[in-house]
């Protein structure tokens, strides 16, 4: 069965404090891991999609990376505006998705 | 691009009654629509599949008389919960895809059921 764990389930941080997100899966052949951000009371907004081993996305303050097992979502210099709670999917069968059940991260002014 | 809508963002109903949630692609033709109900704190449940001009495909333990979809075109979806209880209440998020494999997702309703 497809999983996905991210880890830690919740992360506070000083404003400028880099970090990184965990995000380990299982699956039979992964063709393809997403990571979103969600706003508290709003819906996921897509981020990034990475399909293979090796393969690196950024998005100013984020860079998301991919390997055989785990993905990780850097934060670089965080801002306050970073806060929210960061989804990682990945597709199962033809189009769905299994999301893991997010981290929180708090920004610190 | 790729902006999804709901409508509405928030409800209240009274138990018994039945609620309609509208999904819209506004810039894009969805091939597939996604309904998710999510939980405070909690991450996304995916409770049906659904392809314009065609039935949507529940997940387990999903009531299909209760949670009603309809995918009449490719720039909308209905959801329908019918005979609403108040453990109906929840937040109801809906994604969309075109071709690539990305969902994109609506603001989200917020349902309370009194």
């Known amino acids: 069965e497809d999983q996905v764990t991210q880890s830690p389930e919740a992360l506070r941080l000083q404003e400028g404090e880099s970090s990184s997100l965990n995000c380990s899966y299982t699956v039979s052949g992964l063709r393809g891991l997403f990571w979103y951000r969600q706003d508290p009371g709003k819906g996921p907004e897509f981020l990034f999609t990475?399909?293979?081993a090796g393969e690196e996305k950024e998005k100013e303050r984020l860079k998301a990376t991919l390997t055989k097992k785990e993905s990780f979502l850097h934060i670089t210099a965080p801002k306050p505006e970073d806060s929210a709670t960061y989804l990682c999917?990945?597709?199962?069968?033809?189009?769905?998705?299994?999301f893991g059940q997010g981290t929180r991260l708090t920004i610190n002014p | 691009g790729a902006v999804v809508s709901q409508h509405p963002s928030w409800v209240i109903c009274k138990s018994g009654t039945s609620v309609k949630i509208e999904c819209r692609s506004l810039?894009?033709?969805?091939?597939?629509m996604f309904w998710y109900r999510q939980f405070p704190k909690q991450s996304l449940m995916l409770m049906a599949t659904?392809?314009?001009?065609?039935?949507?495909?529940?997940e387990q333990g999903v009531e299909k008389d209760k949670f009603l979809i309809n995918h009449a075109s490719l720039t909308l979806s209905t959801l329908t919960v019918t005979s609403a209880h108040p453990e109906d209440s929840s937040f109801y998020i809906c994604?969309?895809?075109?071709?690539?494999?990305?969902?994109?997702f609506g603001p989200g309703t917020r349902l309370t059921v009194t």
């Open positions: 810039d894009f033709q969805a091939t597939t």
């Open positions: 999917a990945v597709r199962q069968g033809a189009q769905k998705l299994v």
């Open positions: 659904s392809n314009e001009g065609s039935k949507a495909t529940y």
């Open positions: 994604s969309a895809r075109e071709t690539s494999y990305e969902q994109y």
């Open positions: 990475l399909y293979s």
